[in-house]
C-alpha cells in the first residue's frame, strides 16, 4: 500500500508538473522565437545603409558557407544596394566565438555598418571590443583597407581586434568573389592581373611555371610571352615584414626581362605599419626598378619612414634574384674580387702569406660577396676571410669577418656603410657611447668560436634595429653575419 | 519544553537580517558571485529567485500532508525545476537581454541551496501563508545581498550603476568585474558583516 | 592534441570554481581539512563525469529528436523538447547519485565510508547540472561538441574542481595555524584565498 502512495504520488506530481510546463511553453514558444527575429532584424537595419528601407532577403542556401565562418548573408531584392552577412570572429577566448554583422553598401563599396551581436571575452579586455566607438569606426570605410586590416584595435582587445580582422579578411574576400562583379570593383583576380600587367605592359600571355621553384620566397613564377617571343620572367614572392617581429607576410611581384634588368616591382599585400608602408605599396616605388640591373639593388631609394620594411622588401628581392640568375640562368652570380680592398685582411689576427678567392667553386649565398682562403709561408691553411654585406638604414653595409682553422671568429671590421646611430643613443637600451661603426655592439662577433655566437642569439640594438636588424625577419647584420657563420660551418670549417 | 512558534513578523524579518541567505547562511554562493557583474542582473536574479522561492514554498506547503517522506526530496526538486523552467520561459520571453546575461545560472536556480533548503526546513513544516512570508523574505534578504556585492562591483569595477557612468575610466578598478573580483567584494564584506554582528553580541552580553 | 587543449582550458583556463563560480558551497564548506577536499573531489569528478555522458546522450537522442510544431504570429515554428532539459537532466544527477550510494554502500564499505556523506551533498553541487546545461543546450559557448570532446570536458572541468578544493584546503589547514582577527576567521579570509587563488588561475589564460 505505501509502495502504491509513492509511486502515485511521483507519477502523479510530475504527470502535473509537465502538463504545466508544456502550457507555459505553448504561451511563450512564440514570443522567444520573435526575440531572437526580432534581436537579428533590428541589428539587419542597423547596420544596413540609412539610405536603404527595403527589405532583405536571406541568401544563405545559395552559398557554400563549410569552409568560411559565415553564417548568414542577406541581401536586397536585386542584390544591387546592400549585402549584409553575419560572421564569427574568434578573439581571445577562442572557445567562444564573437558573432557579428557587416553591411556593404553596394553603390559606394563601402561599409555600411558593423555590428557585435553576441561577444563573451571577458570584461574589460575582449568585451572592448563591443564598444560604439570600435564598432563606428568601420562606417564608410572602403573595402580595401578592411581587407588589409587598417582597423583601430581597442585597448585591452588586442587579441579580439586581431581575430576579427581575420574573420573579416574571409568575409571581404567571400564578398569580392560572390559580389565581386558590377559596380562593386575590381575582384582579387583583376588587382592582380593589373599589377602583373604594369610591370610587363607589352606581355600577350603570362605562363604560369607549374613545377614549383624551390625557394622559399616565391610563390608563383611566370615566363612572361609577348606573343611566342619571351619577353621576360614574372615572380610573385613574399618576404616578411618589418612591423612585427617573426614578421607578418607580405606578397609581392616583381619583373626581370631578357637583359638582366628589372622591370618593375609591383606590393600586392602588406601587413607592416600603416604609414610606414605606403611608400612601398604606391606605383612610384615600383616602378623606381625599372632598367635597374640584377645585382645592383642598393641603389633603389627607400623611404626615411620604414626604412625597415624597405630594408625587408630589399632582402627577400634579393633572394629572388639570386635564385633567377642561379637556378633559372645557371649562371653565376657576381662575385666581387679581391684583395682591391685592402681593408679586408684586417679582419684576420694574422698577416698571410697568400689570400685566395675560393668562392668561385662555392654555394652562392646572398649575405657573402667573397670568401678567401688564408695560407701561410709553408702553403698551409691557416684560415679564411669572409666579405659579406646587409642592408642598412642608410644603404648596403659591406663587412670582413676572419674566421681561424680552429672555427674561431677573429675581428669584425666595417668596410662601407651610411649608417647615423644618432637615434640609438636616446635609447636606454644602447650604452655605447660610440657612434656606428665605432661600436661596442660589433665585439659580440669576435673572439669566440662560431658556435657559441650562434647560441649566444645576440640582440638587436634599439633604435638601430634597421642596421642591427633581426633574427626573425631575416634582415640587418645580424642576419647577414650569422648566415656567414652558419655557411662556415657547412661549406668551409665545419662540415669536414 | 516546545519552542514558541515564531511571529509572522518575525518569519518574515529573518530572513532579511539574523539569517540572512547571503551574508550569514552562505547559502546559493554560486549566483551570488557569478550575476553581481552589475546591479541589473542581480536584481534580476533577486526577482526570479522570489519568484521560485515563493511559489515553491507555498506549492510544497500545500502538499506537504500528502506527500510520503521518502520520497520528499525528488518531489521537491521536481517541482522546484518546473518552476525554474516556467521562469526560463518567462525571461526568455519577455526580458530577453536579462535572461541572456544570467546564461546558465538562471537555470542554476534548481540546485541554489536557499530553494530547497527552505522547502526541506520551513515549507514542509509549516502552512502555506507562513512558508509565503518566509520564502519572501529570505529571497529579498537573498536579493539585498547579492545587490549590495554588486553595487560595491558595478561601481568600482566598472564605473557605473545600472549603466549609468558615474566613475570616469582611469579611477575604476577593473579586477572588480572579473570573476576573482568578486572574491575579493564578497570576503572584505562578509568581514564587516561579521564585525558589526559582533559588536552587536558583545553589547548584548554586557548588558 | 584537440583533446589536451580542451583538457588543460577546462582544468585551468575556465576553472569550474575559480572563474565559472560552480560549486561554490561545497568549496567553502568541505575544503577545511585535506581529506575530505580530496574525497569530495573524487566523488565530484565521478558523478560530473558520468551524469554528463547520460545528460548529452539522453538530450541529443531524446530531447532533440522529438519536434512539435506551434502556429504563432511569425508563423509556423518547429520546436524540440529541449526546453524539459533542466528537468531532465536534475532527475538524471538526483537518481544517479542515488544509485551510486546505494551500490557503494553494498559493494564497498571502505569506499563508503570515504565518500558516503559526500554523495548527496553533490546533488546540490551546482557544478553537476551547470556542466551538463553547458555542454549541452549552451555547447556551442563552450566550443565543444560530439560526445567525447564533451566527455573529455567533463573529465577536465571535474579534475579541475578536485585540484582547486584540494589546494584551497591544504592553504586553509595551514591557515590554521595562525592567528586571524576573529571577524575575518572562516569564510572571509577563505574568500580572500580563493580571490588570490583565482588571480593566480589567470595566468594559465595566456597559455591557450
Known amino acids: 500500500m505505501k509502495h502504491v502512495r509513492i509511486i502515485f504520488t511521483l507519477t502523479f506530481t510530475v504527470l502535473l508538473t509537465m502538463v504545466a510546463v508544456f502550457q507555459i511553453n505553448e504561451m511563450t514558444a512564440g514570443t522567444i522565437y520573435g526575440n531572437q527575429l526580432k534581436k537579428l532584424q533590428e541589428g539587419l537595419l542597423k547596420v544596413a545603409p540609412t539610405s536603404y528601407d527595403g527589405v532583405l532577403e536571406e541568401l544563405t542556401g545559395d552559398y557554400d558557407l563549410s569552409e568560411i565562418d559565415l553564417e548568414r548573408v542577406y541581401a536586397d531584392q536585386d542584390k544591387d544596394k546592400v549585402v549584409v552577412y553575419q560572421a564569427y570572429a574568434y578573439g581571445f577566448n577562442s572557445a567562444q566565438p564573437i558573432s557579428y554583422l557587416i553591411g556593404i553598401d553596394l553603390e559606394t563599396n563601402t561599409v555600411s555598418g558593423f555590428l557585435i551581436l553576441e561577444n563573451y571575452d571577458s570584461d574589460g579586455y575582449g568585451q572592448n571590443a563591443s564598444n560604439p566607438l570600435f564598432m563606428n569606426q568601420f562606417t564608410g570605410m572602403e573595402l580595401g583597407p578592411v581587407l588589409n586590416g587598417e582597423i583601430d584595435g581597442v585597448a585591452g582587445a588586442t587579441a579580439t581586434t586581431g581575430g576579427i580582422k581575420a574573420s573579416l579578411n574571409e568575409v571581404i574576400a567571400f564578398h569580392n568573389t560572390n559580389f565581386g562583379g558590377g559596380p562593386v570593383g575590381p575582384t582579387d583576380q583583376e588587382i592582380r592581373e593589373a599589377m602583373m600587367e604594369d610591370i610587363f605592359p607589352n606581355a600577350t600571355a603570362f605562363d604560369k611555371v607549374t613545377t614549383n621553384p624551390a625557394n622559399d620566397a616565391i610563390i608563383n613564377m611566370y615566363n612572361v610571352m609577348n606573343g611566342t617571343t619571351q619577353i621576360g620572367y614574372l615572380y610573385e614572392a613574399t618576404g616578411s615584414g618589418a612591423s612585427v617581429a617573426g614578421g607578418l607576410d607580405m606578397i609581392y611581384y616583381v619583373g626581370i626581362n631578357m637583359d638582366k634588368e628589372y622591370t618593375g616591382f609591383r606590393m600586392y599585400d602588406s601587413q607592416d605599419t600603416p604609414g610606414y608602408k605606403d611608400f612601398y605599396l604606391a606605383d612610384s616605388y615600383g616602378d623606381s626598378y625599372n632598367g635597374v640591373a640584377l645585382g645592383e639593388e642598393d641603389t633603389i631609394a627607400g623611404a626615411t619612414a620604414g626604412s625597415a620594411t624597405g630594408a625587408a622588401i630589399l632582402a627577400s628581392v634579393n633572394e629572388v634574384m639570386a635564385y633567377h640568375v642561379v637556378d633559372i640562368l645557371g649562371e653565376m652570380l657576381d662575385r666581387p674580387d679581391p684583395v682591391e680592398n685592402l681593408n679586408v685582411v684586417n679582419a684576420f689576427d694574422q698577416v698571410a702569406a697568400s689570400y685566395v678567392s675560393i668562392y668561385a667553386d662555392q654555394a652562392y649565398d646572398a649575405s657573402i660577396l667573397n670568401v678567401y682562403e688564408l695560407k701561410d709561408a709553408t702553403d698551409t691553411v691557416i684560415g679564411y676571410i669572409y666579405y659579406g654585406k646587409s642592408a642598412g638604414y642608410g644603404g648596403a653595409i659591406e663587412f670582413a669577418i676572419g674566421i681561424d682553422t680552429t672555427n674561431n671568429t677573429h675581428s669584425l671590421i666595417i668596410l662601407k656603410e651610411n649608417e647615423s646611430w644618432e637615434d640609438a643613443k636616446e635609447y636606454a637600451s644602447y650604452t655605447g657611447d660610440e657612434l656606428f661603426p665605432d661600436t661596442t655592439w660589433l665585439l659580440n662577433w669576435q673572439n669566440d668560436t662560431v658556435q657559441n655566437i650562434l647560441d649566444a642569439e645576440i640582440d638587436g640594438v634599439t633604435g638601430a634595429s634597421t642596421t642591427t636588424g633581426n633574427r626573425e625577419r631575416n634582415d640587418g647584420l645580424i642576419f647577414a653575419i650569422e648566415s656567414v657563420l652558419k655557411y662556415h660551418q657547412t661549406n668551409t670549417g665545419g662540415g669536414e | ?207 | ?208
Open chain 3, 1 to 208: 592534441m584537440e583533446y589536451i587543449a580542451i583538457a588543460f582550458g577546462a582544468i585551468f583556463v575556465n576553472n569550474v570554481v575559480l572563474n565559472q563560480f560552480y560549486g561554490l558551497c561545497p568549496f567553502l564548506g568541505v575544503s577545511t581539512k585535506k581529506s575530505s577536499a580530496l574525497s569530495m573531489g573524487m566523488a565530484v569528478t565521478f558523478v560530473i563525469t558520468l551524469s554528463t555522458m547520460i545528460s548529452y546522450l539522453i538530450y541529443h537522442n531524446v530531447l532533440l529528436k522529438y519536434t512539435m510544431t506551434l502556429n504563432t504570429e511569425f508563423g509556423e515554428i518547429t520546436y524540440n523538447l529541449s526546453f524539459l532539459s533542466t528537468i531532465v537532466f536534475i532527475l538524471v544527477i538526483a537518481s544517479f547519485v542515488q544509485l551510486v550510494e546505494m551500490f557503494i554502500k553494498k559493494f564497498s564499505a571502505p569506499l563508503y565510508s570515504a565518500l558516503g556523506v559526500y554523495l548527496p551533498l553533490i546533488t546540490t553541487n551546482c557544478a553537476v547540472l551547470g556542466v551538463a546545461i553547458d555542454t549541452t543546450v549552451n555547447s556551442e559557448r563552450i566550443g565543444v561538441e560530439g560526445f567525447w570532446q564533451v566527455t573529455i570536458y567533463a573529465l577536465g572541468i571535474s579534475l579541475g574542481y578536485a585540484v582547486v578544493i584540494f589546494i584551497f584546503s591544504a592553504i586553509r589547514e595551514e591557515m590554521m595555524a595562525y592567528p586571524i582577527k576573529k571577524n575575518w576567521q572562516g569564510i572571509p579570509i577563505a574568500l580572500i584565498t580563493a580571490f588570490i587563488m583565482a588571480m593566480v588561475f589567470y595566468g594559465f589564460g595566456g597559455m591557450v
Open chain 2, 1 to 207: 519544553m516546545a519552542r514558541r512558534q515564531k511571529s509572522i513578523k518575525e518569519v518574515f524579518s529573518a530572513g532579511l537580517f539574523k539569517q540572512n541567505p547571503t551574508f550569514v547562511q552562505f547559502l546559493g554562493m554560486c549566483p551570488t558571485l557569478a550575476v553581481t557583474k552589475s546591479v541589473e542582473s542581480a536584481l534580476g536574479m533577486g526577482a526570479g529567485v522570489i519568484f521560485v522561492l515563493v511559489m515553491s514554498n507555498l506549492i510544497i506547503s500545500l502538499i506537504r500532508n500528502f506527500v510520503p517522506k521518502e520520497v520528499r526530496i525528488p518531489i521537491y526538486i521536481v517541482i522546484i525545476a518546473s518552476l525554474v523552467t516556467i521562469l526560463e520561459m518567462f525571461m526568455k520571453a519577455y526580458t530577453p537581454e536579462l535572461a541572456s546575461s544570467l546564461g546558465t545560472f538562471l537555470s542554476l536556480i534548481v540546485v541554489n541551496c536557499l530553494i530547497l533548503g527552505r522547502a526541506e526546513a520551513f515549507a514542509s513544516k509549516n502552512n502555506p501563508i507562513r512558508s509565503v512570508v518566509d520564502g519572501f523574505g529570505m529571497a529579498l534578504g537573498f536579493t539585498g545581498g547579492i545587490t549590495i556585492i554588486a553595487i560595491f562591483r558595478e561601481l568600482f569595477g566598472a564605473g557605473s550603476l545600472l549603466g549609468y557612468s558615474i566613475i570616469p575610466e582611469q579611477y575604476q578598478v577593473g579586477i572588480l568585474v572579473q570573476a576573482a573580483g568578486a572574491f575579493l567584494v564578497f570576503g572584505i564584506l562578509v568581514s564587516q558583516v561579521n564585525r558589526i554582528r559582533m559588536n552587536k553580541e558583545e553589547r548584548s552580553e554586557v548588558a
